[in-house]
């Protein structure tokens, strides 16, 4: 049964773990600032591959972004998220 999932791009490793997933039948919504690097996944894998644009610094677009990939596959059973967090309080920028 496939596992439809959110991934949010891009580090090294993201587009192999996108990548691997939608090959053994996973659903993944990809997600970055700009969508164009994933031409090549959704050309692939096709439906198996929603790309949807997302700013993680807006928290609004993020909730957006969630029920999309969720309205689309009709439930989510992943979300992995990769992006750093910048504290400007102290001025440096900290990874979950």
Known sequence: MSKPGLSPAPLAAWPQLRRGRVAR?????ATARSTEHLTELVAAYGDAVLRLELDVTDRAQVFE?????????????LIVKNAPRYDSLRGRRTDP
């Open 65 to 77: 972004t969630v029920k999309r990939a969720d309205e689309h596959f009709a439930r989510l059973d």
């Open 25 to 29: 039948g996973d659903k993944v919504a």
